[in-house]
C-alpha cells in the first residue's frame, strides 16, 4: 500500500519559510530536454562539491520510442523506474499516459522527506498526481517551500505551470539553454538566476 505524502493544496499558501532561497520554475513542452537540463545541472553542481538534493526522471527510450520514466536521486545517485507505458505488476497508479510505480513513488518521498537542507533542490517534475489529485511526491511540495536550500529547480509542465505559482514561492522562470555542455551549464544557470553557489567566474 502506497505511504505517498498527502499535499493539501488549500491549506498551504505560497511563501518560502526561508526568504534567501531562490526557487526557479523549468516549464517547457514535451520533449524539449528538461530532465535532460536538470541531470545535466546536478552531475556539474556534483563535481563542483555542491550539495546537491531532489529527484531527477529521465526518460526511458527502446529502439527511439520513449517506454518509461526512471527517477534518480543526486545524492546518493540511487535510480529506480517510475513509471512505464503499460499496466503491470506494480505500475498500478494510472494517469493518462503512464502506469506509477507505487514504491517507487514512496522511495522517492522518502528521499525528498530527508533531502533538507541542502545547497541546491531540484524536483523533477511535479505533474497532475501532486497537484490535481494530492497524491505522488507531496513530500517535494513540502520540501519546495521550506526554503531550506540556496538554489531549487522545479520542473512542471506549461499546463499546470499557474497552479504551481498558486502553491510554491517560484521566483521566475528559467528558460532552458538553446546548448549547455557539461562545461558551461553552471555558468548558464548562474548568468540566468543570479546564484553565487557555484562560484563560476
Excluded at 499516459?97 to 537542507?117: I, M, Q
Aim: aromatic content about 6%; glycine content about 10%; overall charge negative.
Amino acid at each position: 500500500m502506497s505511504e505517498n505524502v498527502r499535499f493539501d493544496a488549500d491549506e498551504h499558501a505560497a511563501g518560502a519559510i526561508n526568504p534567501l532561497s531562490a526557487l526557479w520554475l523549468i516549464s517547457a513542452p514535451r520533449g524539449a530536454g528538461k530532465s535532460t537540463f536538470c541531470r545535466g545541472v546536478a552531475r556539474a553542481a556534483l563535481a563542483a562539491g555542491c550539495d546537491v538534493a531532489g529527484l531527477v526522471s529521465p526518460a526511458v527510450f527502446e529502439n527511439g520510442v520513449k517506454i518509461g520514466i526512471d527517477v534518480w536521486s543526486p545524492r546518493s545517485g540511487e535510480t529506480r523506474r517510475l513509471a512505464q507505458a503499460q499496466l503491470g505488476a506494480g505500475f498500478d497508479i494510472p494517469t493518462i499516459k503512464w502506469h506509477f510505480n507505487d514504491a517507487a513513488l514512496d522511495w522517492g518521498n522518502r528521499v525528498l522527506a530527508t533531502s533538507l537542507p541542502c545547497e541546491l533542490l531540484i524536483v523533477d517534475e511535479i505533474g497532475p498526481l501532486e497537484l490535481e489529485r494530492g497524491l505522488g511526491w507531496g513530500a517535494a511540495l513540502l520540501a519546495l517551500r521550506s526554503g531550506q536550500y540556496a538554489l531549487g529547480f522545479v520542473v512542471i509542465r506549461p499546463e499546470l505551470a499557474e497552479r504551481a505559482q498558486e502553491l510554491l514561492p517560484i521566483r521566475g522562470l528559467l528558460p532552458l539553454p538553446q546548448a549547455a555542455t557539461d562545461e558551461n551549464v553552471l555558468a548558464y544557470v548562474q548568468d540566468a538566476t543570479g546564484t553565487t553557489l557555484f562560484g563560476v567566474g
